[in-house]
């Protein structure tokens, strides 16, 4: 345990400074300009923790606008940006696995980890193309992919102006190895993996093709070789029938070139670091408590299909291209065993469409490896190893290949090179003379693309470096101090942490030059080198980190760790200092895991751990003052948008279509393409190709300034380039979880309200062949239990087992005939609860205990249907009941149906069932669940009250109910007549406070005051009634009010419980109609149940 378990109280006064700075290009620093601050007082165990908590409900308060009407996070809140996606309300699958990550601190922290299945639920729903469940196939096709031929091979080039390229087949694809494996183990080849761009509000106008009840689309821009930048793709659908480009051709004639039309088709590409990322977190889910094995076997299955992201992009062998004639691979050695760019699937759609293909990608990238995503699925401590035959050991070997690939990379300053690839030119070209190579595979200096180079960005280093700062700490912590994936991992990031924080500054500003390049007291430039000494100047309440790097040289050949030469001709030089809020958040983690895994490794913070430590902190208190009251923001200049109005996007001649906006590209604006880049067509910009974008509340000010103030023969913006504030939902994560995971692991203080848990109760034995089964009551609060043993009655006890998540455990190889005494503790952040009451058990052979088995079940009125799976020797079988944390009482004995009816069910009461399966032997408990009856909707009236969870946690300082209110009957209703009551447990007798934040018949009119539940019940003792002004108006016969966002808080901010409050339920995050709100009309209930 790295935190104190004395639990601290402390009343935080946080300063939501507003910091306005300016950012240029990629990385030149900004200047300060001006701050401003307001305080708020919030109770809680640590500033930390209440930073993460406020920045928490910043990111879900609906009124920031983080998230879409569908409850999809956008890139960002502001829309006039173009990076990676090319408008602000674009999503990606980073920006989910990024809120998997939001969730699961929250989850540490609440003990709630419905918002993480919340988050999982909307990310398979529309950004992982599977039928959902609710019958849209959106990989219609893909039964008809043949693992022989996966695709047709076309080369990349090197300029967007030489496509399309042609579909010749030039050589043959090699044979997948996966598809057999994956299909015997799910049944089908439907790829569980993330989409990497969607188009949140169908700005583009596409559609969704496949799943039209779904605003979001599957979107797709680069797809034209290394030198398409985001200022040169054409967005385009992923499910292509043709109706938008070119006629009888849609997009594809634009990227690939065949003998006849291109048939309709869909296709999807992923990015292997989102969904390592997705998989990275659950797995930290499970360290911090998480136990649902449904989400759990989800994370599972994904790693399972991610491994396509190892392979050659037309399973070319590894290597065998070196001389310019690449080998067809069979089996897997077109396996590289590092994470590619991308995998991409798809197939056709209509008729004749009954055709499939997948190729994975021949280029891989530093910042998109994962070691703790492969330590998850092949290690029985990471508790991801996914079912397929083969999985864990790939992910067990690219462990170790993505440990030494770091290595191989690190140059002699401490910075992390490109990477490497298996098809010079994506198009199996001769490797260059002299080119360094890892496993056959040559470096890259920027893999993938280069316009800008792709390793020139801070953000690359911090982000999958943090991941090595998590391995160490992960090897460390579990002991593991001496294999060779510890001293690589080791070795890495701590010469990577010595590099960094020679150019990290809080409160001072390092001084450089015109050109961004660091200086020294001297005024020299630092060109590489250790133990950089970099020029200061006093600067209070700022911070600095490095923007980017420059390279010279390459890695020595890798022939393996032992004889690893530290690279001291691969150089890099460290250039512009930002304030780029969100690679921050990402650099404190690595400083964070990298001071704790010190710790682990010592028992105590190294010297080095230590700076690493006070530097995070620093660094964590500086950034604070930068957040706006929606998110931790600085302003930046960006030089690179005089390219919206360049004409640089390629369309080639004799090819015209339709955009999803409406418009006709290439139209009459474009200009003659380059002849030197290969291609005879014209280039249109950026507006061209999107003219709604014209229409954006920030296009005037860019479009003024840029006719004022750029100069395009200097290039220069000489009266001052364009500056936005821009809330990247990523970059908030990436804070909000820095403070989270820095007080986890180096704070000194417990969870919120976290006590040490009881001794579980309920602990039961039974003997088997050379075993032991054991199984126990959950104990509230517990994070994980510990099973100990003891050879005589009454102990001494030794642990047989820790960090058990689940209520059940089998002591294995023991001996029959002898007796073991066990007890159980409980375990959380705490601490260790005492032990239980003692169990015991016999083995004996041929005794084989009940097997395992599954409940199911539906909540009626005021009763509960439980079904359940057989248990393979079952005699007999017996259902439980508890509520809460109470201990389960017996329902029914002696069962031999397959089925129960629980009719002494009070309706409101959240219960939990299991069924135990017993025999002879012993016995088994099924899975734990948890049923809510209710009693059919009251229907005497003409209103109907639909609720949302406005994304408050269980436990917060503000509770936000959301409602809209339909009228169901035939006449209008005057809605000053009408009141609407939501039950509360108010937790204490301080005052509260309502705020109508929003509603769409005007926040003015809706009034709500707080009324005393007389006498109080164990769900409800306070019920807030919403009211509406004369001004409110009348609602006519099937009409709504629309939404009516509620928030109320105490008067002295302590947070509330609302764990078991009548009319909350953290599960409706949609509205639909809910009996727990009542409704009255002139004083009579016309809706819901009173509690």
Known sequence: MLKSAAKKSLTAMLAGTVMLTGYTGLWEGPQTAHASEQAIEIQSDSINEVRFLQLYDQLKDPANGYFSPEGIPYHSIETLLSEAPDYGHMSTSEAYSYWLWLETMYGHYTGDWSQLEAAWDSMEKYIIPVNEGDGKEEQPTMSFYNPNSPATYAAEKPFPDQYPSALNGQYAAGKDPLDAELKATYGNNQTYLMHWLIDVDDWYGYGNLLNPSHTTTYVNTFQRGEQESVWEAIPHPSQDNKTFGKANEGFMSLFTKENQAPSAQWRYTNATDADARAVQVLYWAKEMGYTNTEYLDKAKKMGDYLRYGMYDKYFQKIGSAKNGTPTAGTGKDSNMYLMAWYTSWGGGLGQGGDWAWRIGASHTHQAYQNPVAAYALSNPAGGLIPESATAKADWNATLKRQLEFYTWLQSH?????????????????????????????????????????????????????????????????????TSENFKMAKKVITKWIDWSKDYVFVGERPVTDAQGYYLNAAGQRILGGTNAQVATTPAPGEFWIPGGQEWQGQPDKWNGFSTFTENPNFRAVTKDPVQDTGVLGSYVKALTFFAAGTQAENGTLSAKGQEAKDLAENLLDTAWDYNDGVGIVTEEARKDYFRFFSKEIYIPANWSGTFGQGNTIPGTAGVPSDPAKGGNGVYIGYSDLRPAIKQDPSWAYL?????????????????????????????????????????????????????????????????????????????AGATSYTVKRAAVNGGPYISVATGVTGSTFTDTGLTNGTTYYYVITAVNAVGESAPSTQASATPQAGIVVPGVFNLTGTAGNAQAVLTWTASTGAASYKVQRSVGSGAYADLATGLTALTYIDATAVNGTAYNYRVVAINTSGQTNSNVLVLTPLAPPVTTGTLEVQYRNGSSGTSGNAITPQFNVKNTGTTAVDLSKVKVRYYFTKDSAADLSFWCDYAQIGSGNVEGHFVSVDPAKGTADTYLEIGFKSGAGSLAAGAETGVIQGRFAKNNWTNFDQTNDYSFDSTKTSFSAWTKVTAYQDGAKVWGMEP
């Open 413 to 481: 300053e401490g910075a992390i090179g490109g990477g490497a690839t298996n098809s010079i030119g994506g198009s199996y070209q001769t490797y260059p003379a002299g080119v360094s190579t890892f496993y056959d595979m040559a470096y890259q200096e920027a893999p993938v693309y280069r316009d800008p180079d792709s390793n020139t960005w801070f953000g690359f280093q911090a982000w999958p470096l943090e991941r090595v700062a998590e391995m160490y700490y992960i090897l460390a912590e579990s002991g593991d101090l």
């Open 703 to 779: 479009d003024n300034l840029y006719k004022t103030s750029y100069n395009p023969t200097t290039k220069q913006w000489e009266k001052g380039a364009p500056t936005f504030t821009y809330h990247r939902f990523w970059s908030q994560v990436d804070m909000a979880t820095a403070y989270g995971e820095y007080d986890r692991l180096l704070g000194d203080s417990g969870s919120p309200g976290v006590e040490v848990p009881a001794a579980p109760a309920g602990v039961t034995a039974a003997g088997g062949n050379e075993q032991v089964v054991l199984n126990w009551n959950a104990a």
